[in-house]
């Protein structure tokens, strides 16, 4: 234990008068990103897991049925269909959406009348404008005023308006890894807003658990490809970001790529610098905004961001890197899509939202090899 | 945070008393045992790493030159040769060495004199009888008085004598994973000590981070083969904790296989029952030794053990199947190569040697997916 | 190209009357078993495809918009519903299954009347004993008489037979590893009918194409782990084989494992020497079985077989190893899995059932790395 | 066999007046573009492998006792040290170079006064200016006379010089992918040769076969990571092949990423469309460039390829696709580095030069899965 024993030290006093910690559901826990939350939140010391609830296939089953890792944890509650726990859901401090698109904004819609706040873990609500998301989602937005309350849960960079918020959009993975090299440097007109081209690579939890062709091994395995160029969703969402930064209508070119790793994001980010900047300006802007945060780091040197290097933590590494082509630089992020580009976010913000330590059940080390 | 709340909540309001934390040298801290330890250490919160050292090569750069993923620890102490730290090593509380078989002995010996309590992850100390050394190992065992006084960590079925002792002899991951089902059954004399068969599967950590042609990407991905058959120095380790239990001198196969994975070991078991004992026999056995264990979990039912729903975890799982042959059963154990099987089992050590709670720095969730 | 170059001439000059190439039909086009028949097929210079059938989901499709890796391929059928195509497939001269168990026997039942020579990748035909076939798979067998004719296509083993024949049973992939090794050493009783354990790596293509959520790629990655131990329906058809030769009923331990490869099987295999014998006995007889075989290699000293260096290949690379418990020996042997252990195989045997050479369009080398 | 049936009959009767085939020398023969020579030229029915050299730890083994899965191929000659035979090489008809770079100008200076072909897959031919060469591999051209021979066996694009010539240099793995879209492009106008950004992303055999930790499984798998970016050297070899297409000085971004998988190169390149053009002017172009090739394949529709869709074979497949940024495209094109970007175009090179069809000894269709 290093750095991180004061932390630990600080927040342990206080926790030890919570004897239950505040109370969770994890709506649609079935899923790699329901998984998630619990293999985190089992290690975080002010939450007890009161709710698990599951698609009509796997309700009535114990959660460790359908997740074996967790064969050994006792105690936990079966997964039940979320109409039958709704009064415990209501009930709870903090309910994690890991719902489909759209299913979504309906249940969320019932629940918003109780006190339980919500952390969203699907694209629902991250849209402000409800025409974007009727025209992305190809279908009306069904609950246009919950949109009006969602706050987007980009943590670093909107931490004051999630702190006392009901309704959290938690961002995409893709639009996180993104948006938080990139909105500090258009906020500061390091860079210009023409031409952006976020070449991503993603791992295969993105495509979630529900079986597909697509995402089969021997489809996936030693291999690689773009998918949905040109369409993904997750374009207008760093759009969204990226424009309200530079405050001006921004269209990037973001271009996801499948390959064989489990984890993982890395986004090889292609930008120009405003006439007079350099490499070294724009480092220097991400090391001033990131410097006191936990999970956001600026790799020292030519140091690149690897995706093994933050597996199965919440950390974000960046660099950036001159580009042989004259007033171009390259940013290179690297994030756990499942950590901090879901489940791990998630859990930063509800810390956030509970006036709890932001690092609280996440100082796990990234697992590498 | 579910069943393992209550657990914290003990040890809390111990180590707030400790300021700092047991000093820690790790030498051979290059290796991905070392960076193992540092992985769960960083999430201990009884120690502080004091030392790392390591071979000429690496000597002088930080630790995250090596190991980028901990690039955002801050403090850590550069890696030093070991004889620049000797005096440093020695005022520590303990010491884990990860270093090469034979330069182990010779490190040790020096050390010995020291008070610093010394967790081995070598081989150099696990076979009690030097001539069983020297046979697989090829050269004579140069610390022959140190060999009496190592204990074997085989921490679940060794505790007493672990507790308290000065040089700790870490078992071997494949002994580890064989281990564990095998001697309580031979000791209750279920299973018959002929034809035990052991087909073993390890990921690639097992091989160490040294550059060398069988180890590189190409010539593992997408392929599985046998290897050292016959003649892996596991054997006789193996060997001696059964022979031990059965009270008899046993033989064994053991047959390791390299596979594409990372981290994980899985022994698929063959062994012959008595006479007139069944599957159930050898799985009430094991779950009346194992039930008050934190690691070592029985599955229930028919769910098989995979190496993915221990990965990254101290934990075991094991069950015991119906062969078709009548007379046999099949034992399945899998275990993270790297943890249980490693740097994991030595912290748990270490863990019961300064009489600390067993499960501290770790009661991580296995990462799954 | 170097000791091939005699084949090749010899049979070149055949083959230049045929101007069109025997009709194929492949039924059940869309699975990975039609795809590597397509892959072989194109290089097999007496074929010439005439019918794909496939699902209705797939039928009206081109085949490349199903497998896009023969995007380059001119003029291939359109997959049609067998059915519409069943008066095209019975003008053919060999037609190719693999459609799934059950529906399997329905088809050929009706193509039986005609000429059509069929080779059956399903396990519909391959057990003699029609109530071992309802036993394992539920139901009872629904074309007895057929299988009454049907041949099994274990090509080295049962070539006279094969040839000539009209309704061939092709063999399953892990039959094919075990037995090759097996048959000619219980034939020869050098080792034991008793006793008979085969530990089995697949990989996944032998799950299919069709989704299941235990064959996407996070669910397999970075691990392995055993299933359908003690009931794995490949275990009456070795079993089948292995009574044959040795002249006794045989119940042997089959105990598969999945593994993150996409092609290959290996099966470590534990036997026990007859009295007097030796691994040098077991590994002359069984190159005295293969030496002159273009497919089956025992490969020389201490080498072991890798399930990729037979990857793409209809080789099968087999090995005798010493067990350190006396009186016992170690079979090693690797095929992959969809080509000697399905389409490849299937192959060899049209090619001996058409009296063509036995190694036509299947002389491609393994793909290493 | 499909619509290639043509073609081979063809040859066929040409060859039959071939006894022994052209000789073939191949030195370096121990990585893997040596390997994969092998596993070609064993289906190439005009060659015979006269000469295996290596370096001196492999010099006097046999061939298959570095690569196993030749274990079935006879006759092979075993690996010597190029002097021993330097005599034997002259006298071959061709020389394959697999040599690493320096050495490589070395040796083929020596062997340049017989009237051996050469066909070097080193860097060392391929900068036409040596002052160029000297600038990226840190030493000046040691035979700055042969440079001025070499012919850059770029086959579809170079066909007309690569007949006849004596020392062919054989294209990087990346430069291929990247220049057969790109080259038409350029000459074409259609694109500007402005903000050329290449995102590449590559296998592991491209690092070779020699052990360095960077290469290590466990360095490698369920992870990407972009490396020498900004200096990696195919970038000049890149920019002097669209250079001379654009008939200007051209400054390209290129930035690798090392992938887990062990062939294929995929390359996402984002260009700038010339005033008043389309992408369907684009696809257009290329279809128009490469509709009677047999190894570069415009793929219809929105189909996008993918790596997997070409192992193994030396076919190259590229789409274009409508960028959401207007005024730009995205051109995705893959290969099997070690096929068409490495051994396979090398044979196809060779083909060329002595006067064979093209295609022969490469129609093996890709394999997946």
């Known amino acids: 234990m290093v750095n991180i024993a004061f932390t630990v030290v600080?927040?342990?006093?206080?926790?030890l008068?919570?004897?239950h910690g505040f109370r969770i559901a994890i709506l649609g826990a079935s899923g790699y990103t329901g998984a998630e939350l619990m293999?985190?939140?089992?290690n975080h010391p002010e939450t007890k897991i009161d709710v698990l609830s599951a698609t009509d296939r796997n309700a009535g089953q114990e959660f460790k049925a359908i997740y074996?890792?967790?064969?050994y944890v006792k105690n936990l509650p079966k997964l039940t269909k979320w109409e039958e726990s709704q009064k415990q859901i209501?009930?709870?401090?903090?309910?994690?959406?890991?719902?489909?698109?759209?299913?979504?904004?309906?249940i969320i819609s019932k629940l918003s009348k109780s006190p339980v706040k919500i952390v969203d873990l699907s694209a629902d609500f991250r849209l402000k404008d409800v025409n974007v998301y009727e025209k992305w989602y190809g279908k009306a937005h069904a609950a246009v005023e919950l949109q009006k309350q969602a706050v987007y849960g980009l943590t670093e960079l909107n931490r004051?308006?999630?702190?006392?918020?009901?309704?959290l959009a938690n961002p995409g993975c893709y639009p996180t890894a993104a948006q938080l090299p990139l909105i500090p440097l258009l906020r500061s007109k390091l860079i210009l807003p023409e031409d952006i081209i976020i070449d991503a690579k993603s791992g295969v939890t993105g495509a979630?658990?529900?079986?597909?062709?697509?995402?089969?091994?021997?489809?996936?395995?030693d291999g690689i490809h773009a998918y949905s160029v040109g369409n993904h969703r997750h374009a207008p969402e760093i759009e969204q970001g990226l424009s309200e930064a530079a405050q001006q209508e921004m269209i990037i070119n973001f271009t996801p790529h499948l390959m064989p790793m489990s984890r993982g994001i890395l986004e090889s980010i292609y930008v120009k610098l405003s006439p007079g900047?350099?490499?070294?300006?724009?480092?220097?802007?991400?090391?001033e905004q990131y410097q006191d945060e936990s999970f956001v780091h600026i790799l020292e040197g030519s140091v690149l961001p690897q995706t093994r290097h933050v597996r199965g933590s919440n950390h974000v590494f960046i660099n950036v890197v001159k580009d042989r082509v004259p007033g171009r630089a390259i940013i290179i992020s690297a994030i756990d899509n499942v950590v901090k580009g879901a489940s791990g976010q998630a859990i930063q913000n509800m810390n956030v939202m509970l006036d709890l330590p932001e690092t609280l059940g996440l100082l796990q080390a990234p697992m590498f090899p």
Chains 1, 2, 3, 4 share one sequence.
């Open 10 to 15: 600080i927040f342990v006093s206080s926790y």
């Open 160 to 167: 004051e308006n999630i702190r006392g918020c009901k309704l």
């Open 68 to 71: 074996p890792q967790f064969s």
């Open 17 to 19: 008068v919570s004897i």
């Open 39 to 42: 293999r985190l939140l089992l």
């Open 277 to 287: 900047k350099t490499v070294e300006h724009l480092k220097e802007r991400l090391i």
């Open 208 to 221: 979630g658990r529900s079986p597909k062709e697509s995402s089969l091994y021997c489809e996936v395995a």
């Open 90 to 106: 209501e009930e709870c401090d903090v309910a994690f959406c890991c719902l489909p698109h759209g299913t979504t904004q309906e």
